[in-house]
């Protein structure tokens, strides 16, 4: 009897084993487009996050899941032509990180959904009719306003005689622009004077160093900004010149030598982005999801950078760190 049942399993797997093949070639191959206005070796960590939060959803490359990635390289003329090259290439899904991405995303298609993160105020830049009911074609994670108010709290900490902060932003990024405007409802609230300055590119960078060195601030902060980003050697390399106690907007910054950054994790963000990406491939509608709002954040300190300075980091915010760098 055993022999009889085992010769009906074989010949019964025998005959199935063709269709299961079958079935498995025909598993549905989703196409995935990524948009950044950042240069790949910038945005790395944030893709690389996305891509390891689908494959937790059992999204493998190859296998069930593409990604088409385009970046403008710091170039902002070209998100709106990558955009439309994403949606002649009839991706399921536009993953864009930044505004300046997301907008062109926007502008490109209607209909194909978008999910973003690393935006802020996504609500009054236009991008969704509001956080609980986005409608539309997209949704995401976005900054909050308070962790503008924490960047200027730290610095006080660190340094309570700071008075003036410049404030390093893009001028051509509406959400960078809005980001000013809440830093310095912050900063009147804390007796700190922010002092904005613009820049999109390496020549208005240059005239902006010029300034600073000319107004001499207390301390120089960042917003989050792909454009920012991709000087930040240069901006690190300033603030060390002028030895300027510094915050920025990126933890890469802190790692090529800034003193200190606090903020969202864009990984995390990514990983939340990924969760998104995965309800709508199972058939949710993006207008319906609401917008989440980060609830982890980081503060790296370069201690070396602040031995530099001269300046001792009180044991009340280094306890506070999740990545203290001491080389």
Not at 114 to 122: E, K, L, M, Q
């Amino acid at each position: 009897m055993r022999r009889i049942v085992s010769a009906v399993v074989l010949a019964v797997s025998i005959l199935l084993a063709p269709l299961a093949a079958e079935a498995q070639s025909a598993q549905k191959m989703w196409r995935v487009g990524w948009l950044s206005h950042a240069s790949s070796p910038t945005g790395a960590s944030e893709f690389e996050a996305l891509r390891k939060g689908l494959a937790e959803f059992g999204y493998v490359e190859g296998r069930n899941i593409a990604i088409e990635a385009r970046w403008a390289q710091g170039d902002p003329p070209r998100l709106l032509r990558l955009a439309r090259a994403l949606v002649e290439l009839k991706v399921d899904v536009i993953c864009t990180a930044g505004t300046p991405a997301s907008l062109a995303a926007k502008q490109a298609t209607t209909t194909i959904p978008i999910v973003f993160s690393r935006t802020a105020f996504p609500e009054r830049t236009g991008l969704v009719s509001s956080l609980a009911r986005p409608g539309g074609n997209l949704t995401g994670v976005a900054f909050i306003g308070p962790e503008y108010g924490k960047r200027l709290e730290l610095l006080r900490e660190v340094s309570p005689k700071i008075s003036r902060i410049a404030l390093l932003y893009n001028d051509q990024n509406t959400a960078s622009a809005l980001a000013v405007e809440e830093t310095q409802e912050w900063g009147r609230a804390l007796s700190v004077a922010i002092e904005p300055v613009g820049v999109h590119d390496r020549a208005s960078l240059e005239a902006a160093f010029a300034n600073l060195r000319r107004g001499r601030p207390d301390a120089l902060m960042t917003t989050a900004d792909a454009v920012l980003a991709s000087y930040r050697s240069l901006i690190v390399e300033f603030s060390r010149e002028r030895r300027l106690i510094s915050m920025y907007g990126d933890r890469e910054y802190v790692v090529d030598g800034g003193l200190m950054f606090y903020g969202t994790s864009f990984t995390d963000m990514w990983r939340h982005g990924a969760t998104y990406v995965d309800r709508i491939l199972k058939g949710a509608k993006p207008g319906d999801l609401p917008v989440e709002q980060p609830t982890k954040f980081e503060l790296v300190i370069n201690l070396k950078t602040a031995k530099a300075l001269g300046l001792t980091i009180p044991q009340s915010v280094l306890l506070r760190a999740d990545q203290v760098i001491d080389p």
